[in-house]
T-cell receptor, first 113, second 113 residues
Framework: KAGVTQTPRYLIKTRGQQVTLSCSPISGHRSVSWYQQTPGQGLQFLFE???????NKGNFPGRFSGRQFSNSRSEMNVSTLELGDSALYLC????????????FGPGTRLLVL | EDKVVQSPLSLVVHEGDTVTLNCSYE??????LLWYKQEKKAPTFLFML????IEKKSGRLSSILDKKELFSILNITATQTGDSAIYLC?????????????FGKGTLLTVNP
């Protein structure tokens, strides 16, 4: 089976812009979770989508949003970018919701200037 | 506030050494403890520990959970340069019908030839 894929792999934006990241889960997986990883804060949970519904949400501002399509592909959107949003954004897919046995994608490295 | 603390933050060893990585947690509604290995970008799943005192093994890696003292260790014997990575532990917590996954900041392991 193909692994989790994320596009784009690298992105440079300026403050105030918005960005959309994409994640395609492993075939058959219905849960997609998003994480932000920074050197200072480590890996932090953003949200999880399961069967097109947001099932779980971390402590991030409303500028961070997402959605999931009927084929389980997911997008994450960040509006009004801030310098502190520079990070590695990882998505992980899982056959079911619940947080266990997640398979991570390679990530999107976002740099906000 | 839920906390997961890993130690040491970084470690440098020589090939063939045995290492022990620590993960302690102070959380509510604990369900499981997860270990991941992160090389370059995508974390890969290593172990999930739910019961105290039961060692899980995979080749040269093993891990055990102590739910009374609230910690887990990850052992790597006969280390190889390919073991160089960041090792992440995460506490999986119940939150009503949902869950929360809280990560530690990781231990950076460098194995020198």
């Amino acid at each position: 089976k193909a692994g989790v894929t994320q596009t784009p792999r690298y992105l440079i934006k300026t403050r105030g812009q918005q960005v959309t990241l994409s994640c395609s889960p492993i075939s058959g997986h219905r849960s997609v979770s998003w994480y932000q990883q920074t050197p200072g804060q480590g890996l932090q949970f953003l949200f999880e989508y399961f069967s097109e519904t947001q099932r779980n949400k971390g402590n991030f501002p409303g500028r961070f949003s997402g959605r999931q399509f009927s084929n389980s592909r997911s997008e994450m959107n960040v509006s009004t970018l801030e310098l502190g949003d520079s990070a590695l954004y990882l998505c992980a897919s899982s056959p079911a919701t619940g947080g266990e046995t997640q398979y991570f994608g390679p990530g999107t490295r976002l740099l906000v200037l | 506030e839920d906390k997961v603390v890993q130690s040491p933050l970084s470690l440098v060893v020589h090939e063939g050494d045995t290492v022990t990585l620590n993960c302690s947690y102070e959380v509510t509604n604990f369900r499981s403890l997860l270990w991941y290995k992160q090389e370059k970008k995508a974390p890969t799943f290593l172990f999930m520990l739910t019961s105290s005192g039961i060692e899980k093994k995979s080749g040269r890696l093993s891990s055990i959970l102590d739910k009374k003292e609230l910690f887990s260790i990850l052992n790597i014997t006969a280390t190889q340069t390919g073991d160089s990575a960041i090792y992440l532990c995460a506490a999986l917590l119940n939150r009503g019908s949902n869950y929360k996954l809280t990560f530690g900041k990781g231990t950076l392991l460098t194995v020198n030839p």
